[in-house]
């Protein structure tokens, strides 16, 4: 996603619908068919892609994980991937 800031406003529609401005769009990494999440704190509104927000809500929830299973390096978990395709395949 993109750091630059920038204000941008659309209207709201009898349904309630709006349509997301296209450099909003370029600036969240969203295109046709794609999700968004709205998070909402107090009188704040925050649209966020929806995948990169459930990725970084794994990784909220995962941190630390590694280390309490005896992972401290990258190449411990490309070897534990080896050992575990090893067993797979037996």
């Given at each position: 996603?993109?750091?630059?800031?920038?204000?941008?406003?659309?209207?709201?529609?009898?349904?309630?619908?709006?349509?997301?401005?296209?450099?909003?769009r370029?600036?969240?990494g969203?295109?046709?068919?794609?999700?968004?999440?709205?998070?909402?704190?107090?009188?704040?509104?925050?649209?966020?892609?929806?995948?990169?927000?459930?990725?970084?809500?794994?990784?909220?929830?995962?941190?630390?994980?590694?280390?309490?299973?005896?992972?401290?390096?990258?190449?411990?978990?490309?070897?534990?991937?080896?050992?575990?395709?090893?067993?797979?395949?037996?």
């Amino acid at each position: 996603m993109s750091d630059t800031a920038f204000v941008n406003d659309a209207r709201v529609m009898s349904k309630g619908q709006v349509t997301i401005p296209k450099n909003v769009r370029a600036a969240l990494g969203i295109d046709t068919g794609d999700r968004v999440t709205f998070i909402v704190d107090g009188s704040n509104v925050r649209v966020v892609n929806s995948a990169v927000y459930a990725l970084m809500r794994l990784q909220e929830q995962m941190k630390g994980e590694a280390e309490k299973a005896g992972f401290m390096t990258e190449e411990d978990v490309a070897e534990w991937i080896t050992q575990s395709r090893r067993e797979d395949n037996m």
